[in-house]
């Protein structure tokens, strides 16, 4: 009979490949703002502004500032061609904001593993933002 063995996941990346992991509740708000520091001024930010593009058109960058409020000691706020000054990223919805999360881990992992828990969670919020209107109940009424 065949065992089965569960490894552990290391808590610091390995040096042969590059991993990432999303846990249901998101990354840690160090641990994002960590990752960023290290994309912030590279293409890799540019691929991540360009996915959130894709649900939120008017977001032209980010940037990650010392908190106010709250326990965050940093958070990520936007420029949106819609608003005269950044607005938290928080503000704009827990859609975009697990999608920020996922393609920051995604372009740091790269060329090496991606774990997401609980991927489904987002993909059904992204579809309600993008496609609610067109399918909403209330219109068939």
Same mark, same amino acid.
């Given at each position: 009979?065949?065992?089965?063995?569960? *490894?552990?996941?290391?808590?610091?990346?390995?040096?042969? $490949?590059?991993?990432?992991?999303?846990?249901?509740?998101?990354?840690?708000?160090?641990?994002? =703002? =960590?990752?960023?520091?290290?994309? @912030?001024?590279? /293409?890799? =930010?540019?691929?991540?502004?360009? &996915? *959130?593009?894709?649900?939120? /058109?008017? +977001?032209?960058?980010?940037?990650?500032?010392?908190?106010?409020?709250?326990?965050?000691?940093?958070? /990520?706020?936007?420029?949106?061609?819609?608003?005269?000054?950044?607005?938290? *990223?928080?503000?704009? &919805?827990?859609?975009?904001?697990?999608?920020?999360?996922? +393609?920051?881990?995604?372009?740091? =992992?790269?060329? @090496? +593993?991606?774990?997401?828990?609980?991927?489904?969670?987002?993909?059904? &919020?992204?579809?309600?933002?993008? $496609? &609610?209107?067109? $399918?909403?109940?209330?219109?068939?009424?």
């Amino acid at each position: 009979m065949s065992s089965v063995r569960i *490894l552990p996941i290391p808590s610091t990346p390995s040096s042969k $490949y590059p991993f990432q992991v999303v846990p249901t509740r998101n990354l840690t708000s160090d641990k994002i =703002a =960590a990752l960023w520091d290290t994309i @912030g001024l590279t /293409p890799m =930010a540019e691929e991540v502004i360009a &996915g *959130l593009q894709l649900i939120e /058109p008017s +977001i032209t960058g980010i940037l990650f500032v010392q908190s106010t409020i709250g326990r965050e000691a940093r958070m /990520p706020l936007v420029s949106s061609r819609n608003a005269s000054e950044p607005l938290p *990223l928080k503000s704009m &919805g827990d859609g975009i904001t697990r999608l920020f999360h996922i +393609i920051v881990a995604l372009v740091s =992992a790269k060329d @090496g +593993i991606l774990l997401i828990d609980e991927f489904e969670t987002v993909s059904i &919020g992204l579809f309600r933002k993008r $496609y &609610g209107r067109r $399918y909403s109940t209330s219109q068939n009424a």
